[in-house]
C-alpha cells in the first residue's frame, strides 16, 4: 500500500512539473517526510532534481539531503552555487557530514571543506582520524553539556539557548574540565522540586560510556541491551568527545547485519545497494570467492580419485554421494549460523566453547541417528525395491546411514566451533559461514564414507 502510494505522488508531481505549478508542488512536499521526499527524488529524472530541492524550506531541504542517495548528492552539490552549497553543509549534523564527505570523490570534498564553517571543518577532520568502524567514527560533536554547580532553572536557559543546533537535548551531559561526570535528563529538570535545586543532585552518576575506538557492532549492541536513545564518547582520559544516537545505532546495525550476510554468502561486503551496484561492482565483489570455492573443491576430487578403485567395485556407491555431501554440509551451515548469530548478539564467548560443542554433539547425535533411520528406510524402498536395483544390498545401506550419522556429527561439531575460533584469532565469524563449512564438510563426509566403505564391504 505505501508503495503504492509513494508511485501517486511521484507521478502527481511530474504531472505538475510538466505543467509548471512549482506552488503546488511544493506544497505537497513541504507535506511529505524527509525520507519519502528522498525516495521520490531517487526515482525522478535528474533534470528534475536541483529544481525539486530548490522548492524545499532549508531546514527540510537539509534532511532530505542526508536520506538522498550519494549519486544524487554528488549530483546536487555539482549543481549548487557556493552559497547554496554552504547553506545546506551547515544545517547537517556533524556526524552527517562525516557520512557526506566519506561517500564523495576527492574533487567535491575539497568543495565541501571549503564551504564549511570553520567549526564544521574541524569537527569532520577530527571525526576522520578516528578508526573506520569505531565509536569515534559514527559520533557526533553536537551534545548539549551542563555544569555539576547550575541550578535547574539555569540549565534550562542554558539548553533553550544551545540546543537548537545539537542533535538531542534529551540527554544532556555534565562535564567538569570536559570529563564526563554524570547525565541528566530533559524529563529530571522539567519535573524537579525546586528551580533552585543543582543540576549535581538530580544527574546519574552511575552511567555508561564508550571510549572512541570501541568497535562500532559493540556500540550497536549495547543500544539494544541498554536501551538507550545516545550513548556518550569519551577519550582514554575519560574526556567527552561527543556521542552517538540510536539512528546511528541502527544504521551501524544495519550496516553490520548486511556485511555478515555477504560475507556468509561467499561475497566481499559492498558499500553500494544492488540498484546502484553495476555488473562489474557485483562480479568483483563475487569471482574472489568464487575462486577460492573453487579451488578449494579440488581436494573434494583428490579424495574422489583416491578412492576410484572402490567406486569401480561398487558403482552404486557414487549415486549417494550428492545426498551425503548436501547433508553434511547443511548440517555444518545450521550450526554455524546459529553460533555466528550467538557471536554477534554476544551471547556466547570463547570460554564458552567447550559447552557449545557438547550442546552440538548431543543435538547432532540426535540429528544424524533420525537421519539414519529415515536414510535405511529411503534406500530400501527407493533405490533397492522402487528403482529395482540389485547392488543396494542392507550392507550397503548401513554403510551409507552410518556414514549420515558420523557427517552429521563431524559437520555440527566443526560447524559450531570453527565460527568461535576465528573470533578469537581476531577474524569475522562470518566468514566461516555456508560455503567455507560446506568445502571442508564435503571433503570428511567423502573420507568418512569411503572408509567406512574399505572396511565394511571391501
Excluded at 169 to 186: F, P, Q
Aim: aromatic fraction near 6%.
Amino acid at each position: 500500500m505505501a508503495e503504492r502510494n509513494i508511485v501517486t505522488v511521484e507521478e502527481t508531481l511530474k504531472i505538475l512539473l510538466e505543467g509548471r505549478k512549482y506552488a503546488s508542488v511544493k506544497d505537497i512536499l513541504t507535506t511529505m517526510n524527509p525520507a519519502d521526499i528522498a525516495a521520490i527524488f531517487d526515482d525522478l529524472d535528474e533534470q528534475h532534481l536541483p529544481m525539486l530541492f530548490r522548492l524545499l524550506p532549508k531546514d527540510l531541504a537539509a534532511e532530505t539531503f542526508v536520506e538522498m542517495e550519494p549519486d544524487n548528492q554528488e549530483l546536487l552539490i555539482q549543481s549548487f552555487s557556493d552559497t547554496e552549497l554552504k547553506a545546506v553543509i551547515n544545517e547537517l549534523y556533524v556526524d552527517d557530514a562525516v557520512d557526506l564527505v566519506e561517500e564523495m570523490p576527492a574533487n567535491v570534498v575539497r568543495r565541501i571543506l571549503a564551504q564549511a564553517a570553520p567549526s564544521m571543518r574541524r569537527d569532520i577532520n577530527q571525526i576522520l582520524h578516528y578508526p573506520e568502524d569505531s565509536a569515534g567514527s559514527v559520533m557526533t560533536t553536537e551534545y548539549v553539556w551542563l555544569k555539576a554547580d547550575m541550578t535547574v532553572e539555569t540549565a534550562i536557559k542554558h539548553i533553550r539557548a544551545t540546543g537548537v543546533d545539537k542533535e538531542t537535548i534529551y540527554t544532556c551531559y555534565v562535564t567538569e574540565s570536559r570529563k564526563l561526570v554524570g547525565l541528566c535528563s530533559i524529563k529530571d529538570l522539567l519535573l524537579a522540586k525546586d528551580d533552585n535545586m543543582l543540576v549535581s543532585s538530580i544527574m546519574e552518576t552511575n552511567f555508561i560510556s564508550v571510549s572512541t575506538h570501541t568497535d562500532q557492532e559493540e556500540v550497536a549492541q549495547m543500544f539494544s541491551k541498554y536501551n538507550l536513545l545516545a550513548l556518550p564518547v569519551v577519550d582514554s582520559e575519560g574526556r567527552m568527545v561527543g556521542i552517538i544516537t540510536v539512528d546511528d545505532a541502527m544504521d551501524v546495525m544495519q550496516e553490520e547485519a548486511t556485511e555478515d550476510m555477504e560475507i556468509m554468502a561467499g561475497m566481499t561486503p559492498s558499500d553500494k545497494t544492488y540498484l546502484r551496484s553495476t555488473p562489474i561492482d557485483l562480479f568483483i565483489h563475487r569471482i574472489p570467492w568464487l575462486l577460492i570455492l573453487m579451488i578449494s573443491a579440488t581436494f573434494t576430487g583428490l579424495i574422489i580419485t583416491g578412492f576410484e578403485t572402490a567406486l569401480a567395485r561398487l558403482v552404486v556407491l557414487t549415486a549417494f554421494i550428492p545426498m551425503l555431501m548436501d547433508t553434511g554440509g547443511n548440517s555444518g551451515s545450521q550450526s554455524s549460523v546459529t553460533i555466528i548469530r550467538a557471536l554477534s548478539l554476544g551471547e556466547i564467548e570463547f570460554e564458552d566453547i567447550g559447552k557449545v560443542i557438547l550442546k552440538e554433539l548431543c543435538t547432532a547425535v540426535l540429528c544424524g541417528i533420525s537421519l539414519a533411520v529415515v536414510c535405511f528406510g529411503k534406500v530400501m524402498l527407493v533405490d533397492r525395491v522402487l528403482l529395482s536395483n540389485p547392488d543396494v544390498t542392507v550392507k550397503v545401506a548401513l554403510v551409507v546411514c552410518a556414514t549420515m550419522a558420523l557427517t552429521v556429527i563431524v559437520a555440527k561439531t566443526i560447524g559450531c566451533s570453527l565460527p568461535i575460533i576465528a573470533k578469537k584469532l581476531g577474524f569475522d565469524p562470518a566468514v566461516m559461514a555456508s560455503p567455507f563449512i560446506t568445502t571442508i564438510v564435503d571433503a570428511l563426509s567423502l573420507l568418512i564414507y569411503f572408509t567406512i566403505t574399505k572396511s565394511v564391504l571391501m
